[in-house]
C-alpha cells in the first residue's frame, strides 16, 4: 500500500471524497474544513489500489488517531509550560502523584525538568494540591484529546465514498 498523507488548500469546488486518476490509482479525501473565507483544507491520500469502505475507514482513522495522539503528547501546556506527554512520562507522573498520596505528601517537595525542544523547564511540586492540578489538568487535556479525535471520527459520512 502506497500511502501519501499532505494537507490541501484549495477550492471547495476541487474537493472529491474519491477519485480514480488512473487506471489503479485513487485520491481519497476527508476533513472539509473553511480555513479562511474561500479557501479550504482538507487531507487526502493516494492509494494503488481502489478501497473498500473498510479499508477507507481503517485509513482515515489511524491518521486521526496519530492526530490525537499527537496533540496528546505534544501540547499539553500547565502553568505556562509546554509539556512533553510521552505514554512514559504520563505513567511516571500517575506514578509520583499516587505515591505522594500515600506518603501522606512526606516525599514533597519534589523537582520534575519538563523538556520541550531541548528547552529545560523546572518545576517544584511543594504541595499535594499542586501535584494533583497538575494530574487533573494532564488528564482533563488527554480526555479534551480523545473526545475531539472521537468528535471527528464520528463526522466522516462514510457513504460519500460509496
Known amino acids: 500500500m502506497n500511502i501519501i498523507v499532505n494537507k490541501k488548500t484549495g477550492n471547495i469546488n476541487d474537493f472529491k471524497p474519491i477519485v480514480k ?14 480555513a479562511y473565507k474561500d479557501i479550504y ?5 493516494i492509494l494503488d489500489y481502489k478501497p473498500s469502505i473498510k479499508q477507507l475507514k481503517d485509513i482515515i482513522e489511524t491518521y486521526i488517531n ?3 495522539k499527537y496533540s496528546i503528547i505534544n501540547n499539553f501546556r500547565w502553568n505556562g509550560m509546554q509539556i512533553y506527554l510521552s505514554v512514559e512520562n504520563q505513567l511516571n507522573y500517575k506514578l509520583l502523584y499516587e505515591i505522594t498520596k500515600i506518603k501522606n ?3 514533597l517537595p519534589v523537582s520534575l525538568k519538563f523538556s520541550v525542544n531541548r528547552t529545560p523547564y523546572y518545576y517544584t511540586f511543594e504541595t499535594i494540591s499542586d501535584l ?6 494532564m488528564y482533563e487535556h488527554i480526555s479534551k ?3 475531539n479525535g472521537n468528535s471527528i471520527k464520528e ?7 460509496i
Open 21 to 34: 486518476i488512473n487506471d489503479n490509482k485513487y485520491v481519497i479525501s476527508w476533513g472539509l474544513s473553511n
Open 41 to 45: 483544507n482538507w487531507n487526502y491520500f
Open 66 to 68: 496519530e492526530n490525537t
Open 105 to 107: 505528601g512526606d516525599n
Open 132 to 137: 494533583e492540578d497538575f494530574i487533573i489538568n
Open 145 to 147: 484529546c480523545l473526545v
Open 155 to 161: 463526522s466522516i459520512d462514510y457513504n460519500l465514498y
